[in-house]
C-alpha cells in the first residue's frame, strides 16, 4: 500500500490511523503521508534529504553521483553511505498509568505517543541514524540504546505493541537515570504527558543538555486535559494514585484552566531559556506536526 497525493492527510489523522492493527503499518504510512505532504502547504518548498544522499559538494569524486537521482530531479546528489552518518537518536516514551487517558472520540496519550515514537524510529532508519529507546514509568521498563539495523527496528516495534500503561509517574528520577547511560550525545526525544512534578522535570530536562545532548520534548495531552469542557456532573478518578472526586466540573473549570496554562507555559518558558525544542501535541493532531519539528531539528544538526 503506497500513500497517494490526494489521500496523505487520511494517514496523518490519529483517529484513522488507529484503526489499523499493525503498527509497523501505522509507521510506514504515517511517515509517506507526511513525506507526500512536505510538498504541499504548509511546508511547500521544504525539502528532506535523506541520509542514503547528500547534495554534491566542489572536490566530490563523480563516481559517486547517483546519476539515476540526476534524471529524475537535474540536481546532482552523491551516493552516502552508513558510516558516513552519525545521528544517534534516544527516544523516551512515558508507559504510565496517566497515559492511558483518551477523552470520547480520541485515541488515548499511549497510543498517541506509541504510533508517534514508532513512525519516528521508522523515520529514523529509513534515514540510516541510529535509534534506541526507553520505556519509563516510575521506573526504567526496557531501554534499547541506539543501533541502525532495520531488524532492530522490528524489536523496538515489537516492545511499543506491547507496551501496557502501568505504575505512578516518576518522570524526573527516570530522565535522570537514563541521561546517565548516555555516553555518547546526541538526539534526546522525550513523549509524554509531564505530569509530574514540574521543577524536577525541568531540572531532569537539563541533565541532558549538561551532557551536551540535544533535546525535543513532545507534551502529549487529551483535548479534554487542556479545555475541561466536561458538560454535566462528573466523578473524577486520578489514574494514577485511584482517589476520586465527584464536583461539577463547570465550577472548577476556570481555576483548572488557570493551572493547566500555567503549568504548559512555565515548561515551554523553562524549555526555551534552556534550549530545549518544545512541542504542545494534543492527541487529535495530525502526526506530520510533530513530524515536522523533528526533521527541523536534525536539518540544523547535520
Not at 120 to 133: E, F, T
Request: charged share 25%; proline share 3%.
Amino acid at each position: 500500500m503506497a500513500v497517494s497525493t490526494s489521500d496523505y492527510r487520511t494517514y496523518l489523522d490519529p483517529s484513522i490511523i488507529s484503526k489499523l492493527n499493525s503498527l509497523e503499518l501505522k509507521a510506514r504510512l504515517v511517515v509517506e503521508g507526511f513525506m507526500v505532504g512536505l510538498h504541499k502547504s504548509p511546508y511547500h518548498g521544504f525539502s528532506v534529504e535523506f541520509s542514503e544522499h547528500r547534495s554534491y559538494m566542489q572536490g566530490d569524486n563523480l563516481k559517486d553521483v547517483d546519476w539515476k537521482v540526476y534524471g529524475k530531479t537535474e540536481k546532482y546528489f552523491i551516493k552516502q553511505y552508513e558510516e558516513e552518518t552519525n545521528l544517534k537518536s534516544y527516544v523516551l516514551l512515558d508507559v504510565s498509568r496517566s497515559m492511558a487517558f483518551a477523552s470520547e472520540g480520541n485515541v488515548s496519550k499511549l497510543d498517541y505517543g506509541r504510533t508517534l515514537v514508532a513512525a519516528l524510529s521508522y523515520l529514523m532508519i529509513k534515514q540510516q541514524d541510529a535509534v534506541g529507546l526507553s520505556l519509563y514509568s516510575e521506573r526504567i521498563v526496557k531501554y534499547f540504546p541506539p543501533k541502525t539495523t532495520r531488524s532492530y527496528l522490528q524489536e523496538i516495534l515489537k516492545s511499543l505493541n506491547t507496551a501496557e500503561p502501568s505504575d505512578k509517574t516518576n518522570t524526573a528520577s527516570c530522565l535522570n537515570q537514563i541521561a546517565e547511560r548516555i555516553k555518547r550525545r546526541g538526539l534526546v526525544i522525550i513523549v509524554s504527558d509531564l505530569f509530574d512534578d514540574v521543577d524536577a522535570i525541568l531540572t531532569a530536562l537539563r541533565h541532558f543538555r549538561y551532557k551536551k545532548n540535544d533535546v525535543i520534548v513532545f507534551q502529549i495531552l487529551d483535548p479534554m486535559e487542556i479545555s475541561f469542557s466536561f458538560g454535566k456532573d462528573a466523578i473524577f478518578k486520578d489514574m494514577e494514585s485511584l482517589e476520586e472526586l465527584t464536583t461539577q466540573p463547570y465550577q472548577i473549570q476556570k481555576a483548572y484552566i488557570e493551572a493547566m496554562n500555567d503549568f504548559i507555559t512555565k515548561i515551554k518558558t523553562e524549555c526555551l531559556n534552556a534550549n530545549i525544542e518544545y512541542n504542545l501535541i494534543q492527541t487529535s493532531t495530525p502526526f506530520d506536526k510533530a513530524l515536522f519539528s523533528y526533521i527541523q531539528k536534525r536539518s540544523k544538526l547535520y
